[in-house]
């Protein structure tokens, strides 16, 4: 019965494994690019607001990048602040007043800008 306690302990080894390559925390609002279709970049890893609008999507293996209409580009911004660093991605340049912001994770950099009436995602590997 000893030697059953001792395989017990190891399998517990086992769990620490699983979770190294468990997915990112995605907010409840937010849908991944992989639940979104897109066959490219950190799909398990970034996301999107759930109710993104999309005019145009890029889906290449050295390039991914969405238009989005709606919702509006400071509520995607405001949503990628709160999404990005949970994902485990690391924004590295935020300018409000510029609609612009840079990140890296996951192997790969991106960035978001806006207008009034769009806002755009580029994502690219490093």
């Not at 979104?36 to 290449?60: E, M, N, W």
């Not at 293996?61 to 400071?74: E, H, M």
Request: charged content about 15%; proline content about 10%.
């Amino acid at each position: 019965m000893g030697c059953s306690t001792g395989f017990s302990s190891d399998s517990s080894p086992a769990p620490p494994a699983s979770s190294s390559t468990r997915l990112p925390s995605i907010p409840s609002d937010g849908i991944t690019l992989a639940e979104l279709g897109f066959l490219d970049g950190p799909i398990q890893q970034f996301s999107l607001p759930r109710t993104a609008i999309f005019t145009a999507k890029v889906d290449q293996p050295n390039n991914v990048a969405v238009v989005v209409s709606s919702p509006s580009p400071t509520d995607i911004a405001n949503y990628l602040r709160r999404a990005l660093p949970t994902a485990g991605f690391a924004i590295t340049a935020d300018s409000p007043q510029a609609n612009t912001m840079t990140f890296d994770g996951h192997g790969w950099s991106g960035s978001f800008t806006a207008d009034n009436r769009a806002s755009a995602i580029l994502l690219r590997p490093q």
